[in-house]
T-cell receptor, first 115, second 109 residues
């Protein structure tokens, strides 16, 4: 079965640079979520989109922005990167039409390292 | 404020034993309670999930017990295997997922 695809899998940036992370949800899934996971921590919700509109917002810094496109893929844009942004970034997708409701399926993650 | 509290932080079980991880929540708006298994450097993988109108759900060696009045739920892993060694997260959903802090499970051969 198709899973959530994230790219790139690894990214190394310098402080103050920008980064763009991409997420391709499971086909026919209409909702995308972004999470940040620091070392030894649980995933922290950043932001979500349903049908290309922002549906919820968590602890996402103002330096970050995201959007969902017409093909349902999503991009997380991160500017003025700081050392503390180094983390695993996960995308998850779900379908509101599915019987299981909001079950979220996670992608493999993008490991961002800021030097 | 921690909305989902998970315990224990770490757990060591002998092969064949039962692993039990507990979670408690505060927000009654949560309407879906999944458990995830995560290996180092990998994304959380959905193990099993339950709705609050069900008291127990079993899938293979994994069982969720849910106590709505106490706002608690737990994961039981029967016949634990070394391959089960991973970090387990409970979560509570109201749209987005709110995760517990995770439990690192080590199953000794």
């Amino acid at each position: 079965a198709a899973g959530v695809i994230q790219s790139p899998r690894h990214l190394i940036k310098e402080k103050r640079e920008t980064a763009t992370l991409k997420c391709y949800p499971i086909p026919r899934h209409d909702t995308v979520y972004w999470y940040q996971q620091g070392p030894g921590q649980d995933p922290q919700f950043l932001i979500s989109f349903y049908e290309k509109m922002q549906s919820d917002k968590g602890s996402i810094p103002d330096r970050f922005s995201a959007q969902q496109f017409s093909d349902y893929h999503s991009e997380l844009n991160m500017s003025s990167l700081e050392l503390g942004d180094s983390a695993l970034y996960f995308c998850a997708s779900s379908s509101r039409l599915a019987k299981v409701g909001y079950t979220q399926y996670f992608g493999p993650g993008t490991r961002l390292t800021v030097l | 404020q921690q909305q989902v509290k998970q315990s224990p932080q770490s757990l060591i079980v002998q092969k064949g034993g039962i692993s039990i991880i507990n979670c408690a929540y505060e927000n009654t708006a949560f309407d879906y309670f999944p458990w995830y298994q995560q290996f180092p450097g990998k994304g959380p993988a959905l193990l099993i999930a339950i709705r609050p109108d069900v008291s127990e759900k079993k899938e293979g060696r994994f069982t969720i017990s849910f106590n709505k009045s106490a706002k608690q739920f737990s994961l039981h892993i029967m016949d634990s295997q070394p391959g089960d060694s991973a970090t387990y997260f409970c979560a509570a959903n109201a749209g987005k997922s709110t995760f517990g802090d995770g439990t690192t499970l080590t199953v000794k051969p």
